[in-house]
T-cell receptor, first 112, second 113 residues
Framework: GESVGLHLPTLSVQEGDNSIINCAYSNSASDYFIWYKQESGKGPQFIIDIRSNMDKRQGQRVTVLLNKTVKHLSLQIAATQPGDSAVYFCAENTGTASKLTFGTGTRLQVTL | DTAVSQTPKYLVTQMGNDKSIKCEQNLGHDTMYWYKQDSKKFLKIMFSYNNKELIINETVPNRFSPKSPDKAHLNLHINSLELGDSAVYFC????????????FGQGTRLTVV
């Protein structure tokens, strides 16, 4: 399934399916991007990052795709598991400031 | 050992009170942050310190005053608490001021009544 990360939408996927979470970022000068996972009652946890000189990066079960032309970032989770249920945030850094600007988040619900 | 630790985890207080939240990181990072997460889960930076020096101060009321006694600590003091200050406050740290991942603490849920 897919979703756009606006106003904390919810993406429901079945266990074992692939998930795609989308994010539109705001600043064309941003040169570093991160995906975070936040479980209930916990702080955001780093998943994967990508720099603007790349368009794809793979981790364990996760892939981040960056399309600078349309300022779009996506997180793909392969074989989604119940433990993947959380709120996912994209964040951008322009490189000129010491801060991450977060997107609004997407809630991923994994159904059995 | 927790990498970024905040205390307290929960804080309930009355309007008008003054309170502090403490943060410590044992990662040896140079940069520390305070973020605020509202009821809609929106995360926004408040302050950033690099080597004890304030480098980012977003449009935060001056009732909020961060203090960094050393590189490993960044505390947040809030004066004259208001209902709208109720939120979850996250401390974070990163190895460098830019283009590196930030490690977050578990958060402090502040409720002003």
């Amino acid at each position: 399934g897919e979703s756009v990360g606006l106003h904390l939408p919810t993406l429901s996927v079945q266990e074992g399916d692939n998930s795609i979470i989308n994010c539109a970022y705001s600043n064309s000068a941003s040169d570093y991007f991160i995906w975070y996972k936040q479980e209930s009652g916990k702080g955001p946890q780093f998943i994967i990052d990508i720099r603007s000189n790349m368009d794809k990066r793979q981790g364990q079960r996760v892939t981040v795709l960056l399309n600078k032309t349309v300022k779009h970032l996506s997180l793909q989770i392969a074989a989604t598991q119940p433990g993947d249920s959380a709120v996912y945030f994209c964040a951008e850094n322009t490189g000129t400031a010491s801060k991450l600007t977060f997107g609004t988040g997407t809630r991923l619900q994994v159904t059995l | 050992d927790t990498a970024v630790s905040q205390t307290p985890k929960y804080l309930v207080t009355q309007m008008g009170n003054d309170k502090s939240i403490k943060c410590e990181q044992n990662l040896g990072h140079d940069t520390m942050y305070w973020y605020k997460q509202d009821s809609k889960k929106f995360l926004k930076i408040m302050f950033s310190y690099n080597n004890k020096e304030l480098i980012i101060n977003e449009t935060v009321p001056n009732r909020f005053s961060p203090k960094s006694p050393d590189k490993a600590h960044l505390n947040l003091h809030i004066n004259s608490l208001e209902l709208g200050d109720s939120a979850v406050y996250f401390c974070a740290s990163s190895p460098a001021p830019k283009n590196t991942e930030a490690f977050f603490g578990q958060g402090t849920r502040l409720t002003v009544v």
